[in-house]
């Protein structure tokens, strides 16, 4: 993801649609439909001059990056991802705010908000371990898990 995600800013649904070019062949048909509600959702609610949906791609898939700008830098909030090897997935929140949040780091960020949200992602059964992170497939996780996740989001990261 670029230093500053405004310099490659998107339009979120274009970013959507193109990640959807990867996305649904991996999906089973069955799933694809309630994939997409899933994400318009959390692309609908991530609005404001301090968000970016930004897409990236790689050999391994499509990332569906939301940054946030905490403290004076742009911070990856959590990403969607699609490979074809692990299917679709949010990971989330940021791996790295540890070392953002590191006392020496010049410009420093506010691990909190960031860490409330692992916390409260980390209580759902569904979430997997992912490092610093956790991760939620599609396939295994109820559409109210993900609803109260993107509540916990708004709630941790403000509306």
């Not at 309630?34 to 970016?52: D, N, T």
């Not at 940054?67 to 990403?79: H, I, L, P, Y």
């Not at 949040?101 to 916390?119: C, N």
């Not at 997997?128 to 497939?137: L, N, Q, S, W």
Request: aromatic share 10%; glycine share 6%; hydrophobic share 40%.
């Amino acid at each position: 993801m670029p230093l500053d995600p405004l310099e490659q800013r998107t339009d979120p649904q274009e970013a959507l649609e193109e990640f959807w070019g990867v996305a649904f062949p991996i999906l089973a048909r069955q799933e694809r439909e309630r994939a997409s509600a899933i994400l318009e959702a959390w692309v609908a609610a991530w609005k404001g001059k301090q968000r970016v949906v930004n897409l990236t791609r790689s050999n391994h898939g499509a990332f569906l990056h939301f940054a946030q700008f905490m403290d004076g830098a742009w911070v990856q909030a959590f990403t969607f991802i699609a490979s074809r090897k692990e299917g679709v997935s949010l990971r989330g929140p940021d791996p790295d705010r540890l070392r953002r949040a590191h006392k020496l780091r010049r410009h420093r960020v506010d691990s909190g908000p960031l860490d409330k949200l692992y916390e409260a992602w980390s209580a759902h059964p569904e979430a997997r371990d992912a490092g610093h992170a956790v991760e939620f497939f599609i396939h295994e996780t109820p559409d109210e898990t993900w609803e109260a996740c993107l509540t916990e989001t708004l709630q941790c990261l403000g509306s």
